[in-house]
């Protein structure tokens, strides 16, 4: 491979070999299009490299340390500023809220690297979510851990904050856009708007 890149997508394309997406779609679709939106922002490969990685090592059999081996530190720490704990002993719908709650004081903290990585995930996961919502409504929240669309609300809001000096950037324009189409048709006190 000429690049780290380049060695990124060989090495995610067989961790997600054979995997699909909750909504059935083929898995490494969607770390190929995190990098594609990244890839917007930056043309920093080691930060693309990280785009295609960052479901690896919550998602797969791959360690932080096999990353480390593979592609570095910064790469490896990377990954890992996007990476939940899923504490795989316990229900994901249990522990939906800690889980996102650890994560965004992560990106509430973090560089910019970091938040362009979060926006390439997110933007990526909101295109289907709002490609779904589209289709069939609020059904689309029941193929979550977090069924609740005012929790995924609040969640996304928190994004949306926690990455706003990205603003200038049209994949956070667009994010805000496919926020809005979705989320706006449920407020704080009623749920859906009627």
């Known amino acids: 491979m000429s690049n780290v890149f380049e060695k990124a997508i060989a090495f995610a394309m067989k961790a997600h070999e054979g995997q699909r997406r909750k909504g059935g779609g083929i898995y490494i679709l969607h770390p190929l299009e995190d990098a594609v939106i990244v890839g917007t922002m930056t043309d920093d490969l080691e930060l693309l490299a990280a785009a295609v990685l960052h479901d690896t090592v919550e998602d797969t059999s791959v360690t932080a340390q096999d990353l480390v081996d593979n592609f570095g530190e910064r790469v490896a720490e990377l990954v890992a500023d996007e990476t939940e704990n899923k504490r795989a002993e316990q229900n994901p719908a249990d522990t939906w809220k800690i889980r996102k709650e650890e994560s965004l004081e992560v ?50 809001m928190k994004i949306l904050e926690y990455t706003a000096e990205l603003s200038e950037y049209a994949a956070y324009r667009e994010f805000e856009y496919l926020f809005h189409h979705v989320f706006d048709k449920f407020n704080e006190s009623k749920g859906e708007k009627a």
């Open 107 to 156: 990106l509430k903290n973090a560089g910019i690297e970091t938040k362009m990585l979060w926006l390439g995930d997110k933007l990526s996961n909101m295109r289907a979510m709002a490609r779904d919502y589209d289709r069939i409504g609020v059904s689309v929240f029941d193929k979550f851990n977090q069924k609740d669309p005012m929790e995924q609300r609040w969640y996304h």
